[in-house]
């Protein structure tokens, strides 16, 4: 019943509001990254694996610049930070660079919880979702991966655990795992910018 019918309406109107709420962070936020570099835009908008693994246009604030690799993970560059703005280290540090995604639950490509979405490049990822039944889901903002691990999980573990997470959608796993999640970004943990747990939720 929720996962059918209430998440998805809930996180647009959430996520709606949201955007009204955090508009005077993101006129901060454009702002900032238009006086660092005016010559580069303020979004950086990807193809990334969404719902059934349907591809859909991913948008974040950019935080690299314009000469960094395309299409490619962040956390596998092995000289990742050469290429992220002093701004961009910011906004990733502190999540703001996500925000934009709440654009991205409006329109219906993703949802506030659910797996996070990935390069089409990840295949390995993509391919063990479809087995865990995680691709069915709309990918999150943040989601039972993001709080068990982040950037540090193998594709295998982070798979296994968005599995776990699509046979337990609730309302109340969802609220959990929000709640987890501001602890962790306030601490940034997890995060990985160069090559480089499992939890019990029923």
């Known amino acids: 019943m929720y996962e059918k019918y209430v998440k998805n309406i809930m996180d647009r109107i959430l996520a709606g509001l949201g955007l009204i709420v955090l508009s005077p962070i993101f006129l901060i936020t454009a702002l900032a990254i238009k ?88 295949k390995e990822l993509i391919e063990l979702r479809e087995e865990y039944g995680a691709s069915r889901l709309r990918p999150g903002i943040t989601g039972l991966s993001q709080i068990s691990g982040r950037d540090n999980l193998p594709p295998a573990k982070k798979a296994k655990i968005d599995g776990l997470y699509a046979e337990h959608v609730t309302f109340i796993n969802d609220l959990k795992i929000i709640l987890k999640t501001i602890p962790q970004v306030l601490s940034s943990e997890g995060i990985s910018e160069g090559e480089k747990q499992d939890e019990e939720f029923k």
């Open 35 to 122: 006086i660092e570099d005016p010559k580069g835009k303020v979004f950086f908008i990807q193809d990334r694996s969404g719902r059934d693994s349907i591809p859909f246009k991913c948008i974040k604030f950019r935080s690299m610049r314009t000469d960094a690799p395309k299409n490619q993970a962040t956390w596998a560059l092995s000289n990742a930070e050469s290429y992220i703005t002093k701004v961009g280290a910011f906004i990733r540090k502190t999540s703001i660079d996500e925000l934009p995604q709440l654009i991205n639950i409006v329109k219906g490509d993703m949802a506030i919880v659910g797996p996070r979405p990935v390069i089409l490049k990840e």
